[in-house]
C-alpha cells in the first residue's frame, strides 16, 4: 500500500512538473522569447510521454498527435526562422497536461463472452476488400474502422504467429485501398488508422519497443509524408516547404487566430455552436438537414479564400476553431471544455461492458484527428464509426447465441492489460 502511495505521489508531481514546464512555454511565448517557449515545450512533452501509459490508448494516440502537429512542427518553424510566436503550441502542451491527467488510469478489466477466431477476421477483411474494390474505394473509411474495431477483439488471447498474421492482414488492406484507390489526400487520417491496432500489437507481441521509440517513428512519418509530396533537393527546402504542409499549417493558421484576437474579434458565438451541435450531429444526412451547419476547417474556407475552394477544408488545431470564433480568454476555456468531453467519453466507452472496450478505441482511433483538426472532424468520423461498430456487435451477439460455445467461440472471464503501468 506504501508503495503505491509512493508511485501516486511521484506521478502527482510529475503532473505538476509537466504542468509548470508548460506554463513556462506559454510565458515565454506570449514574451516572445521563441527559443525558451520551445525549449520548455520539448521539456514539457519529454515529462507527459514519461507519464502517458503504454496500454492506455488514449495517452499514447493524444501523445502521437501532440508530437506530430505540435512539437515537431514547433521545432520546424523555429529551424527554419519562420516568423511565428509560438503561444499556441504552448497553449497546446498546457490542455495536453489536463487531457492525460483526465484519462490516467490503466485500462479496465473487460468482461469478454465471445471472441470471434482469426477465420471470422479473415474472412471479413476479404469481404470488406471485395466491396472497396467494388464501390472504387468509397466504402473504405467504414471498412477500415469496422476492420480495426474486430481486430482489437480477435487479436486478444491469439499466439504470436496468428496475432502477427493477422496484423500483417489489416495492413494488407490499407495497402490495398493505397494501391488502387488513394490520390494522395487524407494520407494523415489513412496513417492514423494504424496507431491503434499497432499498439495493440506491439504491447501483445511484448516487443521492446518503448514510448519513446514509437513516438519518434510517428514523428518521423509525418516528415516522410511532407517528403512524398513535396519534392525538393535539400532537407532544408522540404522543411520549409512543409510550412504549408498539413502537419505544420494547422500551427500556423492557429497562430494566426490569436494574433488576430490580439487585435480585438468580435466573438461569434453562433459560429461556435454550430461546431458544438456538429459535435453530437455531424453524422446526421445532410439531405435531411438542409440548415446542417459546416464544419470549421470547410467553413473557414468559405468565407476567407473564395468560391474556387468550395469543397476544401482547413485545420488549426484543437484549439484554433474556438479562438477563432470566441477570442483568446473565452476560446481557451471553450477548447478546454472540448478536451473535458473528449476525455470524459473515452473513460465511459472504455469501461462499457456493453461494447467490450472497443467504444473507447473507436474515440482513440481518431483522437489525432481531433488534436489536428478539432471537433467537427472528430466528431464525423466517431460517430459514422458507430454504425460499423454497431453491426459488428449485433453479428457478435447473434453468432453467440447461435454457435454457442463451438469452434469459433471462446469464453473468457476478462481481459486486462499486461500491465499496470510501464514503469
Given at each position: 500500500m506504501r508503495t503505491r502511495q509512493v508511485w501516486l505521489l511521484s506521478r502527482s508531481a510529475l503532473y505538476a512538473v509537466a504542468f509548470a514546464l508548460s506554463t513556462f512555454s506559454v510565458v515565454s511565448a506570449f514574451a516572445d522569447m521563441a527559443g525558451l517557449a520551445v525549449a520548455f515545450l520539448v521539456l514539457s512533452a519529454i515529462t507527459l510521454v514519461k507519464l502517458g501509459r503504454y496500454e492506455n490508448m488514449f495517452h499514447m494516440t493524444w501523445l502521437t498527435g501532440h508530437v506530430v502537429f505540435c512539437v515537431v512542427p514547433s521545432l520546424i518553424c523555429l529551424a527554419t526562422a519562420f516568423p511565428i510566436a509560438f503561444e499556441l503550441a504552448a497553449l497546446c502542451s498546457a490542455l495536453s497536461v489536463l487531457a492525460l491527467a483526465l484519462t490516467d488510469r490503466?485500462?479496465?478489466?473487460?468482461?469478454?463472452?465471445?471472441?470471434?477466431?482469426?477465420s471470422m477476421f479473415t474472412l471479413v477483411v476479404v469481404l470488406a476488400a471485395g466491396v472497396m474494390v467494388a464501390s472504387q474505394g468509397a466504402s473504405f473509411l467504414f471498412s477500415i474502422l469496422l476492420l480495426i474495431l474486430l481486430f482489437s477483439v480477435t487479436a486478444r488471447g491469439q499466439a504470436m504467429?496468428?496475432?502477427?498474421?493477422?496484423?500483417?492482414?489489416?495492413?494488407?488492406?490499407?495497402?490495398?485501398?493505397?494501391?488502387?484507390?488513394?490520390?494522395?489526400?487524407?494520407?494523415?487520417v489513412l496513417a492514423g488508422t494504424l496507431i491503434v491496432p499497432t499498439l495493440l500489437t506491439i504491447r501483445r507481441l511484448r516487443i521492446p519497443f518503448g514510448k519513446y521509440i514509437f513516438l519518434v517513428f510517428c514523428a518521423a512519418g509525418g516528415v516522410l509524408g511532407t517528403l512524398l509530396r513535396i519534392s525538393t533537393a535539400t532537407f532544408g527546402s522540404v522543411l520549409r516547404a512543409s510550412l504549408g504542409d498539413s502537419n505544420v499549417g494547422p500551427l500556423v493558421l492557429g497562430q494566426s487566430f490569436i494574433d488576430r484576437a490580439r487585435n480585438g474579434v468580435m466573438t461569434d458565438w453562433s459560429g461556435w455552436f454550430d461546431q458544438?451541435?456538429?459535435?453530437?450531429?455531424?453524422?446526421?444526412?445532410?439531405?435531411?438537414?438542409?440548415?446542417?451547419?459546416?464544419?470549421f476547417g470547410a467553413a473557414w474556407v468559405a468565407e476567407n479564400m473564395g468560391p474556387g475552394y468550395l469543397g476544401h477544408s482547413i485545420a488549426s488545431t484543437f484549439i484554433g476553431e474556438h479562438i477563432y470564433y470566441l477570442g483568446l480568454g473565452w476560446g481557451l476555456a471553450a477548447a478546454a471544455a472540448a478536451v473535458v468531453v473528449i476525455a470524459k467519453a473515452y473513460n465511459v466507452l472504455m469501461s462499457s461492458r456493453y461494447l467490450f472496450g472497443l467504444g473507447g478505441y473507436l474515440?482513440?482511433?481518431?483522437?489525432?484527428?481531433?488534436?489536428?483538426?478539432?471537433?467537427?472532424?472528430?466528431?464525423?468520423?466517431f460517430w459514422t464509426g458507430l454504425v460499423p461498430l454497431a453491426i459488428m456487435l449485433a453479428i457478435f451477439v447473434l453468432l453467440k447465441r447461435s454457435v454457442g460455445t463451438g469452434s469459433g467461440a471462446r469464453h473468457v472471464r476478462a481481459v486486462r492489460p499486461l500491465s499496470a503501468d510501464d514503469r
Open positions: 490503466p485500462s479496465p478489466a473487460i468482461r469478454v463472452s465471445w471472441t470471434p477466431s482469426p504467429p496468428v496475432l502477427i498474421a493477422l496484423y500483417l492482414l489489416l495492413v494488407g488492406f490499407i495497402l490495398l485501398y493505397a494501391a488502387l484507390f488513394w490520390g494522395g489526400f487524407g494520407r494523415l458544438v451541435i456538429l459535435l453530437g450531429l455531424a453524422v446526421w444526412p445532410r439531405d435531411w438537414w438542409r440548415e446542417k451547419p459546416q464544419g474515440v482513440a482511433v481518431y483522437l489525432p484527428t481531433f488534436y489536428w483538426g478539432g471537433m467537427a472532424s472528430f466528431a464525423t468520423r
